[in-house]
């Protein structure tokens, strides 16, 4: 791929007359400011003409201003408030019930193969739009901009508000993420051309060096497994990490605050290649879930198909240890490692990795970045684990751990994912870092930005994470990095993992992928 000319620094209007809601994408390295424009169908003709980069705070509303203006509850707020005592107290009766029987669906339902669950989904998507574009139509989203695809999901999703959650459900929720990325799902697969999800014989001599050569760590053959390609339904070749890192290098501390329940040096996680030989460019996939929940597994379809559309590079998505088993750190510890395993482990250059981060994926991206620089400060002798990757993408990232305020509070009364119920159950847990000072010294947003690399940054004005997005953005940028920012309205946290569904995810996943070919073919000669 032919590197593109330096864009402009900007901040403009997007209508990729592809998959039709405009956005807007900002790379000017000034303070971003949402600009005061209402996106309507109408607005078509504005199309890449360059907004206002300069606009004082005051002039802009405030999240609950903003909220009062939006159609919330399905447009029917008196009946159907989520904030209304009585209605979550009778809904926390119904899910009290519905408990006692979710084990026994959710094993009933893994039980099902994935490509019959994928199908089912499919379908059942296709039948429940059709009908919901001739009936409600766009009434129940939270604006009648958003496509007529979201206020379908809206629908659905809306009802996420009432019912309690527990991390149990918030687990298989997010294990199910490849029901919903088919291979005709949206990004469609792209395998290469005459390709094989058999190794090479040099590679497969490596394979057999890196088993006999790796230590045996709780009952695990260090190294990594081809996994069957019917195992997971994918045209790749897929390897199950089991690794036993020898040493710890100069990036990871001594031990995890957890250190006693689990043998640290485990690079766990799924590796998936394209072709018959390695890439020499890798993708560093780490998931979301509040650190609650969400695994490797659930990340592969979705994974491998965006990574396809990178140049078809390969990825590694490791596993990281959760809350309120682990501690956060052991979770940045477990990322970190992962991150030195594919630099002194596979030789790859960190200036041929791009680090992606899915909400607070996105914030172990950042401490992960954060780390690499603060130790540059420290010491001088980290060799290669010392350059920065090439660039990091973060998906609606959650990046403050401190007293939730802004969007945080005012928007999970609409936004799909990060909901009221979502909040009750996952907000205590941030008391784990400490107090009120451990909470902000580990927030991403807080912490060192200097050094960094060029950051991609995707986000929706109207989700709770908006608010810490956009502080990250601008400390970022007035600390010398290279952010470009593409910002959606109307839509949920996290609403490009939606991409099977709603035009505005096809979007960003375009934005992403074009961002990450963009930079992966940077040190291209």
């Known amino acids: 791929m032919k590197n593109k000319a330096p864009e402009k620094e900007c901040t403009v209007l997007v209508d990729d007359d592809k998959h039709g809601p405009i956005y807007i994408k900002c790379n000017s390295q000034d303070e971003f400011v949402m600009p005061s424009l209402d996106i309507s169908e109408t607005d078509h003709e504005e199309k890449m003409m360059p907004q206002p980069e300069h606009k004082h705070h005051s002039d802009c509303k405030s999240p609950s201003e903003i909220n009062a203006s939006l159609n919330k509850n399905l447009g029917l707020s008196f009946i159907l408030n989520p904030m209304n005592p009585f209605v979550r107290k009778l809904f926390r009766l119904l899910g009290s019930f519905v408990h006692i029987f979710d084990l026994h669906i959710f094993r009933a339902w893994d039980a099902v193969p994935l490509r019959l669950r994928q199908k089912i989904t499919t379908i059942a998507w296709a039948l429940y739009f059709h009908v919901h574009r001739f009936t409600l139509g766009r009434l129940t989203g939270i604006h009648r901009n958003a496509s007529p695809e979201y206020h379908a999901i809206t629908s659905i999703c ?179 490692q992962a991150y030195e395993y594919l630099v002194t482990v596979r030789e790859v250059d960190p200036k041929d990795i791009i680090l992606f981060g899915i909400s607070s994926g996105g914030g172990l991206v950042m401490r992960l970045l954060q780390t690499i620089a603060e130790k540059r400060k420290e010491v001088h002798d980290l060799d290669t684990l010392s350059e920065m990757p090439a660039g990091a993408v973060l998906m609606c990232p959650f990046v403050d751990y401190t007293k939730p305020k802004g969007t945080f509070v005012e928007y999970r009364e609409h936004d799909l994912i990060v909901n009221q119920s979502v909040c009750e159950v996952g907000v205590p847990y941030l008391k784990m870092l400490g107090g009120d000072k451990e909470q902000f010294e580990e927030s991403p947003v807080n912490r060192i930005m200097e050094g960094l690399p060029p950051i991609c940054l995707v986000i929706s004005e109207h989700e709770c994470c908006y608010d810490m997005a956009i502080t990250l953005c601008n400390r970022a940028r007035a600390a010398g990095v290279n952010v470009t920012l593409g910002v959606w309205k109307y839509m949920c946290h996290v609403f490009p993992m939606f991409s099977a569904f709603v035009p505005e995810g096809r979007q960003a996943v375009d934005f992403m992928c074009q961002w990450m070919n963009d930079h992966l073919n940077l040190n291209q000669n």
């Open 158 to 336: 809306y009802w996420g508000n009432f019912f309690p959650v527990s991390i149990r459900q918030m687990r298989f929720c997010l294990s199910q993420l490849n029901v919903t990325h088919a291979p005709n799902a949206y990004p469609k697969s792209m395998p290469l051309q005459n390709s094989s999800n058999v190794p090479s014989k040099k590679f497969q001599a490596k394979i057999d060096l890196m088993k006999r050569t790796s230590r045996s760590v709780l009952g695990y053959k260090g190294g990594f497994v081809p996994v069957e390609k019917q195992y997971v339904g994918m045209s790749a070749i897929v390897f199950e990490i089991h690794f036993g890192m020898h040493l710890k290098t100069k990036l990871t501390e001594p031990r995890g605050i957890n250190s006693e329940k689990c043998e640290e040096s485990l690079v766990t996680g799924y590796y998936v290649q394209h072709g018959h030989e390695p890439s020499t460019k890798v993708i560093l996939w780490l998931y979301g879930g509040a650190y609650l929940g969400g695994d490797s597994k659930g990340n592969l379809n979705i994974a491998e198909k965006m990574c396809q559309r990178c140049d078809h590079t390969d990825v590694f998505i490791p596993n990281y240890r959760l809350m309120p088993e682990y501690h956060f750190l052991d979770a940045l510890h477990d990322v970190i």
